[in-house]
C-alpha cells in the first residue's frame, strides 16, 4: 500500500472539467513531479488531495499526515518568522516543547536563524518560501505536497529550495510537487503529467522526455 | 506637448476599467444613488407622524376641542391619553411617544429631549396649532385672559444638554467601525493570504478559526463599551437605568455588528469587497436612518418599517431608553428581540457562507 493512491479521480466545476479521471500513487520516499501549462488541473487535483474539496468520482486514499504549501505562500505577514512556526505548531497541536526543537532542527537545516525574529511580511521571496516550507514540515508528516513552490522564484532560489526538497525526501517523506518549469522534472523520481484535465504521461523524467522538451 | 491620441487612449483605458470593475461600479454609481435616495427623497427633515398623549385631569371641554384640534392635525397622531402625571414615563416609553400634552390650570407640553431633531420641531408644532386654536376660539383677541400661553418642558434632559445627543449614534458608528468592518475586512485578507487554507489543513474547525478569529475583536468592543461609559461620567451623563442592563446592551449590539461584519465577510472574497459592503449596507443606513441624525418619525410607509428592522435603530431606541428615561428591561424588550434575532440569524447565515467561500 503506497502512502498516496489516486484512483480514476474526476472533478468538474460547471460544465469544465477540471480533473478527468486521472490515476496515480506515490511511493514511501518518492518525489513525484506534477507538470502541466496553467489550467492543466494540477492546482485541483492537489487540493483533492488535501481533501479542501470533494472529487465528484473516484478514490483517494491518504496513509499519514499531510504537509501542504500552496502558491500563496500562507504566511501572516504581521508574525515573525519565529511566531508563524508556533502558530502553526501549535494549530497541529504539537506539545511546545516539540514545536521548539522542530524549529530548531528546521531553521538550522534551512538555515533561517538569522531571520527568526523578522516579520514575514520583511522577508526575501526566497526565505518566505523557505519558511513556507518549514511551516509544511512542522509536523513531520508523512506527505508533502507542495503547490507550485517554485513559481515566481529567480533561478538561484529554486535551486536552493529543490535542494531541501531533495534533502527532505531522504527522510523517508513522500512528496508531491506541482510546476510548470520543465526543467525541474529533473529533480523528481518520477513524474506526472497533466494536460487539460486529463494525466498524459507517468514515468521516470527521462521516458518521458518527448513531453519535456 | 502631449499629443491627443495617448490622452485618449488613457481615458479609453480608464472608461473600460471602471465598466469592468463591479467594485468601481457599486462606489460610482450605486453609492451616491444610495445618499442622493436617502437625503433627498427618503430624509425629507420633515416629521410626517408624531405620536402624542394627551392628558386633561379637570375634563375641561375647551382642551378636549384642542386635543380634536391636534389630532386633526395630520402630522401628528394622539395615541394614548393618561389620567395623571405619574403615567408619563410609561407613556413615553411605549408606542413611540414624543410628547404628552397636559390641560389643566395651563397648558404644559412635554417633550421627550433625547431625540435632537424632534426637540425643535415638535415645539414649534405643538405651539402653532394652539395659538391657532385660541385664534380661532376668541376671533384674533390676544389679549382674551382666557387664552393660555403653553410651557414647554424638555423631559430627560431638561437643559437641553448637547452631549445627550450624539452619544449613542457615536458609539453606533465605533462598533460598526470596530465589530463589523475591521472583523471582517481581517477574516477576508487571510483568505487572500491563503492563510485559511492552510488552517483548515490542521485539526481547526472552520466554527473555531472563526470563533478564534471574532474573540479578541469582541475584547476589544467591551473595551470600547467601558470608554463609552467613561465618555458618559465625563461629559456628567448619569446613566437612569440599571446599569446592568446598559452593558448588556452595547455587547449585543458589539455581538450584533460582529455577526453582520461575518455575514458580510462571508459573501465576498477580498477585503476591499467587506469595506465597501460593509459602508453601503451597514454604515450608512445604521447611521443615517437610526434616528441619531434625522428622527425616525421623518420617515414614512414602508421605509419606517424597515428602518425600525435596523440594528441601529433598535440600539439608539434601547440606549435612549435605557441611559436617558430609566426604563427597565420590559419596556426595551422589543430592540433587545431585534438585536438578539439578527445576531442569532447574521452568525448561523454566516457559517453557510462560509462554508461555501471557504474551502471545506
Known amino acids: 500500500m503506497n502512502p498516496v493512491e489516486i484512483h480514476s479521480v474526476t472533478k468538474r466545476f460547471g460544465s469544465l472539467v477540471a480533473v478527468d479521471n486521472v490515476s496515480l500513487n506515490i511511493g514511501k520516499g518518492e518525489i513525484l513531479g506534477l507538470l502541466g501549462a496553467n489550467g492543466a488541473g494540477k492546482t485541483t487535483l492537489i487540493r483533492m488531495l488535501c481533501s479542501l474539496i470533494k472529487p465528484d468520482g473516484g478514490d483517494i486514499s491518504v496513509g499519514g499526515r499531510i504537509g501542504y504549501m500552496c502558491q500563496s505562500y500562507s504566511l501572516i505577514p504581521e508574525l515573525t518568522v519565529h511566531e508563524n512556526i508556533d502558530f502553526y505548531g501549535a494549530l497541529y497541536g504539537l506539545d511546545k516543547q516539540v514545536v521548539a526543537e522542530r524549529e530548531r532542527q528546521i531553521s538550522s537545516f534551512l538555515k533561517l536563524d538569522p531571520y527568526l525574529n523578522r516579520q514575514a511580511k520583511h522577508l526575501p521571496s526566497g526565505w518566505r518560501q523557505a519558511l513556507s516550507f518549514s511551516i509544511a514540515i512542522i509536523h513531520t508528516p508523512e506527505i508533502l505536497i507542495l503547490d507550485e513552490p517554485t513559481s515566481g522564484l529567480d533561478s538561484l532560489s529554486r535551486r536552493r529550495l529543490w535542494r531541501m526538497i531533495t534533502a527532505y525526501a531522504q527522510s523517508g517523506t513522500s512528496i508531491l510537487v506541482s510546476t510548470h518549469y520543465l526543467d525541474e522534472a529533473y529533480y523528481c523520481g518520477r513524474v506526472a503529467i497533466m494536460n487539460a484535465g486529463k494525466l498524459i504521461a507517468l514515468g521516470a523524467p527521462n521516458d518521458c522526455k518527448e513531453y519535456l522538451c | 506637448?502631449?499629443?491627443?491620441?495617448?490622452?485618449?487612449?488613457?481615458?479609453?483605458?480608464?472608461?473600460?476599467?471602471?465598466?469592468?470593475?463591479?467594485?468601481?461600479?457599486?462606489?460610482?454609481?450605486?453609492?451616491?444613488?444610495?445618499?442622493?435616495?436617502?437625503?433627498?427623497?427618503?430624509?425629507?427633515?420633515?416629521?410626517?407622524?408624531?405620536?402624542?398623549?394627551?392628558?386633561?385631569?379637570?375634563?375641561?371641554?375647551?382642551?378636549?376641542?384642542?386635543?380634536?384640534?391636534?389630532?386633526?392635525?395630520?402630522?401628528?397622531?394622539?395615541?394614548?391619553?393618561?389620567?395623571?402625571?405619574?403615567?408619563?414615563?410609561?407613556?413615553?416609553?411605549?408606542?413611540?411617544?414624543?410628547?404628552?400634552?397636559?390641560?389643566?390650570?395651563?397648558?404644559?407640553?412635554?417633550?421627550?429631549?433625547?431625540?435632537?431633531?424632534?426637540?425643535?420641531?415638535?415645539?414649534?408644532?405643538?405651539?402653532?396649532?394652539?395659538?391657532?386654536?385660541?385664534?380661532?376660539?376668541?376671533?384674533?383677541?390676544?389679549?382674551?385672559?382666557?387664552?393660555?400661553?403653553?410651557?414647554?418642558?424638555?423631559?430627560?434632559?431638561?437643559?437641553?444638554?448637547?452631549?445627550?445627543?450624539?452619544?449613542?449614534?457615536?458609539?453606533l458608528m465605533i462598533f460598526i467601525l470596530v465589530s463589523s468592518i475591521v472583523l471582517g475586512t481581517s477574516i477576508n485578507k487571510e483568505k487572500d493570504h491563503g492563510t485559511f487554507k492552510l488552517m483548515r489543513m490542521t485539526p481547526l474547525t472552520n466554527l473555531q478559526i472563526i470563533a478564534g478569529k471574532s474573540i479578541p475583536y469582541f475584547i476589544i468592543s467591551i473595551f470600547h463599551v467601558l470608554v463609552v461609559y467613561a465618555v458618559c461620567v465625563y461629559f456628567g451623563i448619569a446613566i437612569k437605568g440599571s446599569l446592568a442592563l446598559?452593558?448588556?446592551?452595547?455587547?449585543?449590539?458589539?455581538?450584533?455588528?460582529?455577526?453582520?461584519?461575518?455575514?458580510?465577510?462571508?459573501?465576498?472574497?477580498?477585503?476591499?469587497?467587506?469595506?465597501?459592503?460593509?459602508?453601503?449596507?451597514?454604515?450608512?443606513?445604521?447611521?443615517?436612518?437610526?434616528?441619531?441624525?434625522?428622527?425616525?418619525?421623518?420617515?414614512?410607509?414602508?421605509?419606517?418599517?424597515?428602518v425600525s428592522a435596523l440594528p441601529g435603530t433598535a440600539f439608539i431606541d434601547a440606549f435612549r431608553g435605557i441611559a436617558y428615561k430609566g426604563t427597565g428591561f420590559i419596556e426595551t424588550v422589543g430592540p433587545f428581540v431585534i438585536l438578539i434575532t439578527e445576531t442569532v440569524l447574521a452568525f448561523f447565515i454566516s457559517l453557510i457562507g462560509f462554508r461555501r467561500t471557504l474551502p471545506k
Open chain 2, 246 to 306: 446598559f452593558f448588556c446592551l452595547c455587547i449585543l449590539y458589539a455581538l450584533c455588528c460582529m455577526s453582520l461584519g461575518l455575514l458580510i465577510a462571508s459573501l465576498c472574497d477580498k477585503p476591499l469587497e467587506v469595506l465597501i459592503l460593509c459602508w453601503i449596507v451597514l454604515f450608512i443606513p445604521n447611521v443615517f436612518l437610526s434616528g441619531f441624525i434625522f428622527s425616525v418619525d421623518s420617515l414614512g410607509f414602508p421605509l419606517k418599517q424597515i
Open chain 2, 1 to 171: 506637448m502631449l499629443k491627443k491620441g495617448l490622452l485618449t487612449s488613457v481615458i479609453v483605458k480608464e472608461v473600460r476599467h471602471i465598466f469592468r470593475d463591479p467594485v468601481s461600479c457599486l462606489l460610482l454609481f450605486l453609492m451616491p444613488a444610495l445618499i442622493l435616495i436617502l437625503f433627498g427623497y427618503a430624509l425629507s427633515f420633515e416629521v410626517h407622524h408624531m405620536n402624542i398623549a394627551v392628558m386633561n385631569p379637570s375634563h375641561n371641554v375647551e382642551a378636549e376641542r384642542l386635543f380634536t384640534k391636534i389630532d386633526a392635525n395630520p402630522k401628528i397622531n394622539v395615541t394614548q391619553r393618561i389620567e395623571s402625571v405619574d403615567q408619563m414615563d410609561a407613556a413615553f416609553a411605549k408606542h413611540n411617544t414624543r410628547a404628552v400634552v397636559v390641560y389643566d390650570d395651563g397648558i404644559d407640553i412635554f417633550v421627550d429631549g433625547t431625540s435632537p431633531t424632534l426637540i425643535a420641531y415638535a415645539e414649534s408644532l405643538l405651539t402653532n396649532i394652539i395659538s391657532d386654536f385660541w385664534a380661532e376660539e376668541y376671533h384674533t383677541d390676544a389679549l382674551n385672559t382666557d387664552v393660555k400661553t403653553p410651557q414647554v418642558r424638555f423631559l430627560y434632559n431638561p437643559s437641553l444638554k448637547k452631549e445627550y445627543m450624539p452619544v449613542p449614534g457615536l458609539v
